[in-house]
C-alpha cells in the first residue's frame, strides 16, 4: 500500500470546525469514537464543543491508523495518570491534541509530543501573574501594543505544549518552569529534567499554535484538511 500524506512522521495536521453540522456527519462521528469520548461530547452543552471533542478524536485515531497501517477501529487508546492519551504497546509512535476556536489540531511524532493552539482574544494581562513566572510576565509587559497580546499567548501556547509533551497537562504548575524568547526568536526553557524542543508555527493572526518534542525535528509546515478529507481518510483507514 503506497503511503498516504496521514501516515508521515512527524506530522501535524489541522481541521476546521464547522459553524453546524449536518445530521450526517454529526452521526458519523459520534459513531466512529470511543465510548468514553462519545459520552463526553453528549455532555457538553455547546454544539462547536462537543465537534471539537469528536473531531479530535478522529483525527487522531486517522493519523495513527495510517501511520501504524493499521484499522482504524483497532486502534485502542489508554491514558496515563494525569489523563494523556497514549499507545502503550506502540512506543514509536505518540501523538497530542488541541483546539481552540474554529480549530482542531494533532500532532504525530515518534517520541513524547505537545501540541497547543489557542484563539487569540483580549486579555486582562494581570492574569499572566499567577500563570507566568516572574521573568516571562516581564518579558511580556516590555512588549509593546499588539505585540504584548502576541508574546502572552506565544508564551502561553509554548507552556501548554511542554506540559502536554511531558504528560503533565494540567497539574503542572505554569509557574513551576520558564520559556525564554530571544531576539532571534529561539525558544529555550528552565525547567530541569530531560531536553526538549520548541516550534512556533504562524497560524495566522487570531491564533498561535506551538509545538514541543523531546527530539528537535518537527514537521515542517502545518496542513489544513477539511473534514470532508478527514472522512475520507478514516474510512480508508477502516478498511485496512
Known amino acids: ?33 470511543s465510548d468514553v469520548k462519545r459520552k463526553k461530547a453528549e455532555r457538553m ?17 486517522t493519523m495513527v491508523s495510517s501511520a501504524l497501517d493499521s484499522s ?16 502503550p504497546d506502540n512506543p514509536s509512535i505518540h501523538f497530542n491534541v488541541s483546539h481552540s476556536g474554529q480549530w ?23 492574569l499572566g501573574k499567577t500563570c507566568f513566572a516572574p521573568e516571562e510576565y516581564e518579558s511580556i509587559l516590555r512588549e509593546k501594543g499588539e505585540s504584548r ?24 504548575p505554569l509557574q513551576s518552569f520558564r520559556i525564554e524568547i530571544d531576539s532571534n526568536r529561539s525558544i529555550s526553557i528552565h525547567a530541569g529534567g530531560e531536553p526538549c524542543f520548541f516550534r512556533l508555527y504562524d497560524w495566522g493572526e487570531r491564533y498561535k499554535l506551538a509545538a514541543c518534542s523531546m527530539e528537535e525535528h518537527f514537521p515542517a509546515s502545518v496542513e489544513a ?16
Open 1 to 33: 500500500m503506497m503511503p498516504t500524506r496521514f501516515s508521515r512522521i512527524p506530522r501535524i495536521m489541522a481541521v476546521p470546525v464547522p459553524l453546524s453540522l449536518c445530521d450526517d456527519d454529526y452521526a458519523w462521528l459520534h459513531t466512529n469514537v
Open 45 to 61: 452543552h455547546r454544539p462547536q464543543d462537543a465537534y471539537r471533542t469528536l473531531i479530535g478524536e478522529v483525527l487522531a485515531r
Open 72 to 87: 482504524y477501529h483497532n486502534i485502542v487508546f489508554e491514558h496515563n495518570h494525569y489523563g494523556k492519551p497514549m499507545l
Open 104 to 126: 482542531v489540531v494533532c500532532l504525530l511524532g515518534s517520541c513524547p509530543v505537545g501540541v497547543d493552539v489557542e484563539e487569540v482574544a483580549a486579555i486582562d494581562m494581570e
Open 149 to 172: 497580546l502576541s508574546r502572552f499567548y506565544e508564551l502561553w501556547t509554548l507552556k501548554e505544549s511542554y506540559s502536554k509533551a511531558i504528560g503533565r497537562g494540567l497539574s503542572l
Open 225 to 240: 484538511i477539511t473534514l470532508a478529507q478527514l472522512k475520507e481518510e478514516a474510512a480508508s483507514s477502516s478498511n485496512r
